[in-house]
């Protein structure tokens, strides 16, 4: 699979609801590693399965930053156990959303079980901008959208937008 496109609103896949994974087999690895790598050549720090089309639950994620050590994560059935009081706010953009970036108060702590690559379970308790990101590529995970976050009419008036843009965009193959 490798680098895939990356779907974009206001696609109508990105609102499906992705289904749990069973078994971790060699389809699911490769699409790890397509994800990885759609993901750092985009220059994000997160994308779920769903955005390249695939309605499983699988995020991937790296928030490390650029002259640091990459910082991997793989997220198989993601589970928020619990969330923070405390919040935090980022301004957050999404590779399914071009040129849009929006405030969003989110809890800044949560502790997230999952699988592991290797099927493994795992729990971890997630901090700041991985605490957003995680939350975010869950979001994609039950069909939600940074978009949500906005009033109806502010939403509505972004998705006209983004739809005029993708269609004058569009590159004639002949
Ligand atoms: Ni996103």
């Not at 699988?115 to 995970?141: F, M, V, Y």
Request: aromatic content about 6%.
């Amino acid at each position: 699979m490798s680098i895939q496109n990356i779907i974009t609103v206001p696609d109508e896949m990105l609102r499906k609801v992705s289904e749990p994974i069973e078994k971790i087999g060699v389809n699911e690895k490769k699409l790890i590693k397509s994800l990885y790598d759609t993901m750092y050549n985009s220059k994000g720090i997160g994308l779920a399965a769903i955005q390249i089309g695939i309605p499983k639950r699988i995020v991937v994620l790296d928030v490390s930053k650029k002259e640091d050590k990459p910082s991997p994560y793989c997220f198989i059935n993601p589970e928020i156990k619990k969330f923070s009081k405390e919040t935090s706010v980022y301004e957050e953009g999404c590779l399914s959303i071009p040129e849009t970036f929006i405030e969003i108060e989110r809890p800044r702590y949560i502790w997230l079980e999952y699988i592991d690559q290797n099927g493994k379970k795992k729990n971890i308790k997630c901090d700041g901008l991985l605490s957003t990101c995680a939350q975010h590529e869950i979001q994609h995970c039950d069909g939600k959208l940074i978009i949500d976050f906005l009033s109806k009419l502010k939403k509505e008036i972004l998705i006209k937008k983004l739809s005029k843009k993708k269609n004058s965009s569009q590159k004639l193959i002949v």
